[in-house]
Protein backbone atom coordinates (compact mmCIF):
# COMPACT_ATOMS: atom_id res chain seq x y z
CA UNK A 1 0.00 0.00 0.00
CA UNK A 2 1.48 3.35 -0.87
CA UNK A 3 2.03 5.67 2.13
CA UNK A 4 0.60 9.44 1.95
CA UNK A 5 4.40 10.51 2.05
CA UNK A 6 5.23 8.22 -1.29
CA UNK A 7 2.41 9.27 -2.54
CA UNK A 8 3.60 13.30 -2.09
CA UNK A 9 6.49 12.65 -3.08
CA UNK A 10 5.57 11.11 -6.23
CA UNK A 11 3.31 14.13 -7.20
CA UNK A 12 6.23 16.55 -6.25
CA UNK A 13 8.08 13.96 -9.32
CA UNK A 14 5.34 14.57 -11.80
CA UNK A 15 5.20 18.17 -11.05
CA UNK A 16 9.02 18.62 -11.72
CA UNK A 17 9.03 16.48 -15.13
CA UNK A 18 5.91 18.42 -16.35
CA UNK A 19 7.69 21.91 -15.15
CA UNK A 20 10.44 20.85 -17.56
CA UNK A 21 8.38 20.11 -20.26
CA UNK A 22 6.76 23.11 -20.07
CA UNK A 23 9.85 25.27 -21.01
CA UNK A 24 10.37 24.09 -24.42
CA UNK A 25 6.50 25.30 -25.00
CA UNK A 26 6.99 28.57 -23.38
CA UNK A 27 10.00 29.27 -25.03
CA UNK A 28 8.29 28.27 -28.83
CA UNK A 29 5.04 30.28 -27.72
CA UNK A 30 7.17 33.52 -26.48
CA UNK A 31 9.21 33.33 -29.97
CA UNK A 32 5.51 32.93 -31.67
CA UNK A 33 3.91 35.94 -29.70
CA UNK A 34 7.30 38.34 -30.90
CA UNK A 35 7.12 37.32 -34.12
CA UNK A 36 3.17 38.23 -34.63
CA UNK A 37 3.96 41.33 -32.27
CA UNK A 38 6.81 42.48 -34.72
CA UNK A 39 4.56 42.16 -38.00
CA UNK A 40 1.71 43.63 -35.98
CA UNK A 41 3.56 46.83 -35.50
CA UNK A 42 5.34 46.66 -38.97
CA UNK A 43 1.27 46.97 -40.38
CA UNK A 44 0.58 50.03 -38.14
CA UNK A 45 3.66 51.95 -39.22
CA UNK A 46 2.96 51.40 -43.06
CA UNK A 47 -0.78 52.29 -42.62
CA UNK A 48 0.01 55.02 -41.13
CA UNK A 49 2.53 56.45 -43.52
CA UNK A 50 5.50 55.92 -41.09
CA UNK A 51 3.28 56.97 -37.89
CA UNK A 52 3.22 54.63 -34.86
CA UNK A 53 -0.41 54.61 -33.67
CA UNK A 54 -1.71 53.11 -30.50
CA UNK A 55 -5.10 52.54 -29.85
CA UNK A 56 -6.33 54.78 -26.28
CA UNK A 57 -2.61 55.82 -25.91
CA UNK A 58 -3.82 59.11 -26.10
CA UNK A 59 -7.13 58.83 -25.15
CA UNK A 60 -10.00 59.62 -27.27
CA UNK A 61 -12.62 62.41 -27.43
CA UNK A 62 -15.87 62.23 -27.07
CA UNK A 63 -17.69 64.40 -29.87
CA UNK A 64 -16.16 62.14 -32.51
CA UNK A 65 -18.00 59.45 -31.34
CA UNK A 66 -21.12 61.40 -30.89
CA UNK A 67 -21.63 61.44 -27.56
CA UNK A 68 -24.04 64.30 -25.52
CA UNK A 69 -22.65 63.37 -22.10
CA UNK A 70 -19.98 65.98 -21.10
CA UNK A 71 -18.77 63.52 -17.88
CA UNK A 72 -17.68 60.38 -18.30
CA UNK A 73 -17.03 57.86 -15.84
CA UNK A 74 -13.31 57.12 -14.89
CA UNK A 75 -11.91 53.35 -15.97
CA UNK A 76 -11.43 51.43 -12.92
CA UNK A 77 -8.04 50.63 -12.27
CA UNK A 78 -6.78 47.14 -11.24
CA UNK A 79 -4.83 46.91 -9.14
CA UNK A 80 -1.15 45.52 -10.02
CA UNK A 81 0.50 43.02 -8.24
CA UNK A 82 3.47 43.08 -5.45
CA UNK A 83 6.43 42.37 -6.66
CA UNK A 84 8.53 39.70 -3.88
CA UNK A 85 11.13 41.19 -2.18
CA UNK A 86 14.02 39.71 -2.23
CA UNK A 87 15.86 39.63 1.08
CA UNK A 88 19.81 38.82 1.76
CA UNK A 89 20.95 35.35 2.25
CA UNK A 90 23.96 35.34 4.82
CA UNK A 91 27.22 34.34 2.80
CA UNK A 92 26.45 35.65 -0.48
CA UNK A 93 27.48 39.06 -1.99
CA UNK A 94 27.03 41.39 -4.89
CA UNK A 95 28.00 39.21 -8.19
CA UNK A 96 30.42 40.23 -9.90
CA UNK A 97 29.77 43.36 -12.80
CA UNK A 98 29.03 41.82 -15.98
CA UNK A 99 26.22 39.98 -18.41
CA UNK A 100 25.55 36.66 -19.87
CA UNK A 101 27.83 36.57 -23.80
CA UNK A 102 24.07 35.00 -25.30
CA UNK A 103 26.35 32.80 -27.66
CA UNK A 104 24.76 30.15 -29.70
CA UNK A 105 26.01 27.57 -31.90
CA UNK A 106 24.27 25.06 -34.43
CA UNK A 107 25.73 21.49 -33.57
CA UNK A 108 27.40 19.86 -30.62
CA UNK A 109 31.01 21.07 -30.31
CA UNK A 110 33.33 18.66 -31.73
CA UNK A 111 35.03 15.59 -28.83
CA UNK A 112 37.96 17.11 -27.27
CA UNK A 113 37.90 15.56 -23.81
CA UNK A 114 39.99 12.27 -22.69
CA UNK A 115 37.01 9.96 -21.29
CA UNK A 116 39.98 8.49 -19.60
CA UNK A 117 41.01 11.26 -18.05
CA UNK A 118 39.93 13.71 -14.46
CA UNK A 119 37.83 17.24 -15.49
CA UNK A 120 36.64 19.56 -12.40
CA UNK A 121 34.12 22.28 -12.75
CA UNK A 122 34.37 24.97 -10.39
CA UNK A 123 31.19 27.21 -9.82
CA UNK A 124 32.80 30.41 -8.41
CA UNK A 125 29.39 31.83 -7.48
CA UNK A 126 28.26 35.06 -5.46
CA UNK A 127 27.18 33.04 -2.32
CA UNK A 128 30.77 30.67 -1.93
CA UNK A 129 32.56 28.14 -4.27
CA UNK A 130 31.41 24.38 -5.81
CA UNK A 131 33.74 21.96 -6.91
CA UNK A 132 32.24 19.35 -8.84
CA UNK A 133 34.57 15.75 -9.93
CA UNK A 134 32.65 15.00 -13.84
CA UNK A 135 32.74 11.73 -14.72
CA UNK A 136 34.12 12.14 -18.49
CA UNK A 137 33.80 7.90 -18.46
CA UNK A 138 30.40 7.67 -18.47
CA UNK A 139 29.26 11.03 -19.50
CA UNK A 140 31.73 11.79 -21.76
CA UNK A 141 29.59 14.14 -24.63
CA UNK A 142 28.28 15.93 -21.54
CA UNK A 143 31.60 16.71 -19.60
CA UNK A 144 32.69 17.86 -23.57
CA UNK A 145 29.79 20.56 -23.77
CA UNK A 146 30.69 21.45 -20.48
CA UNK A 147 34.51 21.74 -21.22
CA UNK A 148 33.39 23.88 -24.45
CA UNK A 149 30.88 25.93 -23.16
CA UNK A 150 33.54 26.82 -20.15
CA UNK A 151 35.87 28.11 -21.96
CA UNK A 152 33.40 30.01 -24.54
CA UNK A 153 32.67 31.95 -20.89
CA UNK A 154 29.40 31.02 -21.76
CA UNK A 155 28.15 31.05 -17.94
CA UNK A 156 29.73 33.13 -16.83
CA UNK A 157 27.36 35.85 -15.08
CA UNK A 158 24.53 33.60 -15.29
CA UNK A 159 21.80 32.96 -13.17
CA UNK A 160 20.92 29.76 -10.92
CA UNK A 161 17.41 30.08 -11.65
CA UNK A 162 15.22 27.56 -10.03
CA UNK A 163 14.72 26.02 -6.33
CA UNK A 164 12.88 23.35 -5.62
CA UNK A 165 12.00 22.36 -1.59
CA UNK A 166 9.64 19.75 -1.75
CA UNK A 167 9.67 16.40 -2.87
CA UNK A 168 12.70 17.49 -5.26
CA UNK A 169 15.76 18.88 -3.91
CA UNK A 170 17.52 20.26 -6.60
CA UNK A 171 19.12 23.96 -7.13
CA UNK A 172 18.92 24.76 -11.64
CA UNK A 173 21.26 26.83 -13.24
CA UNK A 174 22.54 26.79 -16.55
CA UNK A 175 19.79 29.04 -18.45
CA UNK A 176 21.73 32.39 -19.50
CA UNK A 177 18.26 34.06 -20.37
CA UNK A 178 17.65 33.63 -16.37
CA UNK A 179 13.69 34.54 -17.08
CA UNK A 180 12.26 36.39 -14.29
CA UNK A 181 8.78 35.55 -15.06
CA UNK A 182 9.72 31.70 -15.71
CA UNK A 183 10.77 29.47 -13.14
CA UNK A 184 11.60 26.73 -15.27
CA UNK A 185 13.81 28.45 -17.64
CA UNK A 186 13.74 28.14 -21.36
CA UNK A 187 17.13 29.10 -22.26
CA UNK A 188 20.30 26.61 -24.27
CA UNK A 189 23.42 27.20 -26.30
CA UNK A 190 21.44 26.96 -29.22
CA UNK A 191 22.43 22.82 -29.17
CA UNK A 192 20.94 20.01 -27.93
CA UNK A 193 22.77 16.63 -27.02
CA UNK A 194 22.02 12.71 -26.32
CA UNK A 195 21.34 11.43 -22.97
CA UNK A 196 24.12 9.26 -21.20
CA UNK A 197 24.59 7.26 -18.01
CA UNK A 198 21.07 6.97 -17.33
CA UNK A 199 20.92 2.94 -16.68
CA UNK A 200 20.01 2.67 -12.93
CA UNK A 201 20.93 6.66 -12.36
CA UNK A 202 20.01 8.05 -9.06
CA UNK A 203 20.08 10.99 -7.67
CA UNK A 204 21.18 11.58 -4.00
CA UNK A 205 22.65 14.68 -2.59
CA UNK A 206 25.82 16.18 -4.47
CA UNK A 207 24.36 14.91 -7.50
CA UNK A 208 25.14 17.10 -10.36
CA UNK A 209 22.29 16.34 -13.32
CA UNK A 210 21.44 17.54 -16.64
CA UNK A 211 18.15 19.01 -16.49
CA UNK A 212 15.93 18.78 -19.54
CA UNK A 213 12.25 19.16 -21.48
CA UNK A 214 12.66 15.00 -22.99
CA UNK A 215 15.50 12.86 -24.44
CA UNK A 216 17.68 14.21 -26.01
CA UNK A 217 17.38 17.42 -25.25
CA UNK A 218 20.01 18.08 -23.17
CA UNK A 219 21.61 21.83 -23.49
CA UNK A 220 22.97 23.75 -20.84
CA UNK A 221 20.40 23.48 -18.31
CA UNK A 222 22.00 21.48 -14.99
CA UNK A 223 20.82 20.50 -11.39
CA UNK A 224 22.55 20.59 -8.37
CA UNK A 225 21.26 17.79 -5.81
CA UNK A 226 21.19 18.92 -2.27
CA UNK A 227 19.35 16.53 -0.87
CA UNK A 228 18.51 13.07 -1.49
CA UNK A 229 16.03 13.13 -4.64
CA UNK A 230 13.68 10.27 -6.30
CA UNK A 231 13.43 10.74 -9.73
CA UNK A 232 13.02 8.27 -12.76
CA UNK A 233 16.56 7.79 -14.52
CA UNK A 234 16.01 10.61 -17.72
CA UNK A 235 18.06 12.96 -15.95
CA UNK A 236 22.24 12.38 -17.45
CA UNK A 237 24.19 12.22 -13.88
CA UNK A 238 27.95 13.86 -14.85
CA UNK A 239 29.13 14.64 -12.12
CA UNK A 240 29.66 14.49 -7.71
CA UNK A 241 30.00 17.74 -5.82
CA UNK A 242 33.40 17.50 -4.12
CA UNK A 243 33.32 20.86 -2.22
CA UNK A 244 30.89 23.45 -0.95
CA UNK A 245 27.39 21.19 -1.09
CA UNK A 246 26.76 23.54 2.26
CA UNK A 247 26.77 26.31 -0.20
CA UNK A 248 23.86 24.86 -2.17
CA UNK A 249 21.84 24.10 1.23
CA UNK A 250 22.09 27.20 2.49
CA UNK A 251 20.51 28.58 -0.97
CA UNK A 252 18.19 26.13 0.12
CA UNK A 253 17.38 26.98 3.05
CA UNK A 254 17.36 30.81 2.69
CA UNK A 255 13.88 29.52 0.46
CA UNK A 256 12.06 30.49 -2.92
CA UNK A 257 11.48 34.42 -3.62
CA UNK A 258 8.15 33.73 -3.83
CA UNK A 259 7.38 31.96 -0.57
CA UNK A 260 6.21 28.82 -3.07
CA UNK A 261 8.35 25.33 -2.87
CA UNK A 262 9.47 25.77 -6.31
CA UNK A 263 10.66 29.08 -7.85
CA UNK A 264 13.22 31.32 -7.98
CA UNK A 265 16.20 31.07 -5.12
CA UNK A 266 15.77 33.95 -2.43
CA UNK A 267 19.39 33.88 -2.78
CA UNK A 268 20.30 36.20 -6.12
CA UNK A 269 22.60 32.99 -6.69
CA UNK A 270 25.09 34.28 -9.93
CA UNK A 271 28.66 32.42 -11.46
CA UNK A 272 31.19 35.24 -11.30
CA UNK A 273 32.70 32.25 -13.63
CA UNK A 274 32.73 28.69 -14.22
CA UNK A 275 35.45 26.86 -15.51
CA UNK A 276 36.30 23.32 -16.61
CA UNK A 277 40.26 21.91 -15.97
CA UNK A 278 41.56 18.85 -16.37
CA UNK A 279 43.24 16.75 -13.58
Not at 168 to 178: E, K, S, Y
Not at 272 to 279: A, D, E, F, M, R
Amino acid sequence: MVSSEQRRRQLAREKYERQMERRVEIAAARKRRNTILGASLAVVVLAGGGTLFATGAFGSDDKDKGSTSGAQAAPTRTAEPTAPTRKPVEGCTTPAPGAPNGKQWQAEPAMTVDPGGSYTMALDTNCGKVTIALDAAKAPHTVNSFAYLAGEKYFDHTKCHRLTTDGIFVLQCGDPTASATVPGGAGGPGYKFADENLTGATYPAGTVAMANSGPGTNGSQFFLVYKDTQLPPKYTPFGKITGGLDVVQKIAAAGTLEGSTDGHPMADVTFNSLTVSKG
